[in-house]
């Protein structure tokens, strides 16, 4: 076995006695990294940065980031993360090994497992090597304290340098990460100029440009009271046409994070955030999740009650489906045989409201479905010269091929030579649509600034936007068990293979409702097997769920 020196020894031997793992604890990488009350979550973190500075080794020195943010969660909560170099989520390769890290019971445990997963990836350590991670937080009270915790864990692989990018939404760090390992601008400054003048170009390129009425122009922001408000507010006045009110702002004294605010309180309760009320009724509103990686909209509805219209990530989805294949039917005819051949494709989850599915297919288009979790819609979008992904709750962006974008850049240097063609202003317009979404992850900034560009251009109210199709009523409910991994499913999380006699359960239930459709899983974020039931009606949809979910607690055993 390779060794790793003293010093390195020592390092790992070091990092691991300052934190160590509590009897009885255990974590799990699960879907979107290592979460738990933040005050519980040191031992994960100091590993997580071990792990992190191993990545990077492993990919010759590339940048790695490390991001300390429990998202939507409560704000006792915390969490880390680890983006890989090319700005995305952590390869599901290293998942293993980071539990089992994590969950290393003694300091000598935790040096064998390094040095024998060194070995297994050909990573050699504690000589010559560098490795740098960048590392961020959202503004949790235990952030500060983690985010110190993290570069001891970093500190822990000789040679790498931990590089403290700030209080940052998550979809920040993301892009920061990918651009350095680019050779690109990376700072946070360069981040804001680059959405701001794609938002800005993309305002130019609308056809017939009239302007904009007032009321269209207003916007109020839901920010969570996390760190996308923050942000928000810093480039507000650089964003033309639009009258941007932050409401839950995230500023000393306004609120508590994700309480009773966000996205996923918005998108789940389907209910006003605090703050909101009669006086918005009519004004398009915007809510963003605690780390500002998910984006929703809504519209009070009226003046007595708190429920909203809802846009989830599926009709944000749509409707830049809807943008971008218009540019593409201008550019190419609707035979797709001309000047840019494009394979499209859209990425949903089970999740997706089965009349956004329903929708898209109508339009024309390949819907493909994966499990949960933007690694996997992430991964499969790549697969395509554009593709489209959004989970329903609103995480999602537009990934443009890098091979697709070259070609895209020299059609638009040719069509140049027609300046203001419909092609040309339809080949640009697709070019400041690839540099204002992110291209490394969901970005509730960077995506409400597509949606407000694509509705100015189709001259679009928020009701238009509503009226795409009519989502059908649905129902989530979680039920606690025993052991949730004892469900094991397939078909991109559609079906159960395991417990057996479950699936006819449901397959029976679901016949009962017209459009009833319904699936459990078992969630990759919290202790609980979650059914979800869709039918034609809100009664149809809530009775579907319970009668699945009772199942489950007989069959797995309710806890
Ligand atoms: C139904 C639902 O919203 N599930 C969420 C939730 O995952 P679960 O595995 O369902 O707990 O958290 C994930 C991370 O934020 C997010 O990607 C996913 O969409
Ligand atoms: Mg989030």
Redesign the pocket.
Known sequence: MADPGDEQRAALLAAASLFPVPDGATFSY???GFRADGSTMAPAVCRAGIVAALRSVKLGGAAVGLVITA??NPVGDNGVKIVDADGGMMSQAWEPFSDALANAPTPNTLLQLVIQFAKDEGITLGGGHSAQVLLARDTRPTGEYLLDVATKGISAIVGSVALDMGILTTPQLHWMVRNKNRGLKASEADYFTQITESFRHLLELTPDDKGIDELNEKLIVDGANGIGGLKLEQIKPNLARLNILVRNSGKEGDGILNERCGADFVQKEKVLPLGFGPNDVGVRCASFDGDADRLVYFHVTSLSKTSVDLVDGDKILSLFVLFIREQLDIINGKDNKGLLPTRFGVVQ?A?ANGASTEFLKNIGLEVVFTS???KYLHKKALEYDIGVYF???G?GTVLFNDEFVSRLESLTARLSEAAGSPQHQAALRLVATSQLINQAVGDAISGMLLVEAVLQHKRWSFQNWCDLYTDLPSK?LKVKVKDRTSIVTTDAERKVCQPSGLQELIDKEVVNYSHGRCFVRP????DVV?VYAEASTVEAADSLAKSVAHHVERILGFC
């Open positions: 699960g879907t979107a998202s939507h989850t999740y949960t979790g933007v989970e329903a709750n995480h989530q969630s990759g974020t919290e979650r």
